[in-house]
């Protein structure tokens, strides 16, 4: 049983990761640093568009519009800063 919860953790790193990477590319696209015009660029853009969007939709559904702000990464890395402090005050009960 350990080792699924070592699992389920090394799935959050990842997916913080993949969030964080996707908003510092977000950034340097609006600041136009980074250009789509760029086929690696757009690429990468459009391969993590496809990765966090199935978790960005249920959050935006829910959230209300604010403009332009769009706080559904925020929301979704405090999930995942949720659910690993709950994977790692009951991972003592899995020994």
Known sequence: MLSIIQI???VLN???FIIIAHLIMSWL???QVLNLHQQLVAQIWYGLQRLVEPIYGPIRRVLPQMGGLDLAPLIALLGIAAL???LYNNISAFY
Do not use: T
Request: aromatic content about 16%.
């Open 8 to 10: 389920l953790l090394l």
């Open 14 to 16: 990842v997916i913080w």
């Open 29 to 31: 696209i609006n600041f």
């Open 84 to 86: 690993r402090i709950v």
